[in-house]
């Protein structure tokens, strides 16, 4: 069965993005996976240990802000 395609808003610009994803499987498919990230989803800040648990649905408006140490 072909998995439906539901349309998001990530930083700003429309993404395509599998039906059924979660913050963890969208962070996984960007490059993201493991990696130091800020989500916001709908404009509110999404905990690392909720990304499994947390679903991306038709519509949603997506940030993620990467971390980078320095100075």
Same mark, same amino acid.
């Given at each position: =069965?072909?998995? !439906?395609? =539901?349309?998001?808003?990530? +930083?700003?610009?429309?993404?395509?993005?599998?039906?059924?994803?979660? %913050?963890?499987? !969208? !962070?996984?498919? !960007?490059?993201?996976?493991?990696?130091?990230? *800020? *989500?916001?989803? +709908?404009?509110?800040?999404?905990?690392?240990? $909720?990304?499994?648990?947390?679903?991306? +649905? $038709?519509? $949603?408006? %997506?940030?993620? %802000?990467?971390?980078?140490?320095?100075?």
């Amino acid at each position: =069965m072909a998995r !439906l395609i =539901m349309q998001i808003t990530l +930083n700003g610009q429309a993404h395509p993005l599998p039906s059924s994803t979660t %913050v963890t499987a !969208l !962070l996984h498919s !960007l490059g993201f996976a493991g990696k130091p990230v *800020v *989500v916001e989803l +709908n404009r509110e800040a999404i905990f690392p240990r $909720d990304f499994e648990a947390t679903p991306v +649905n $038709d519509g $949603d408006q %997506v940030e993620i %802000v990467t971390l980078a140490a320095g100075g």
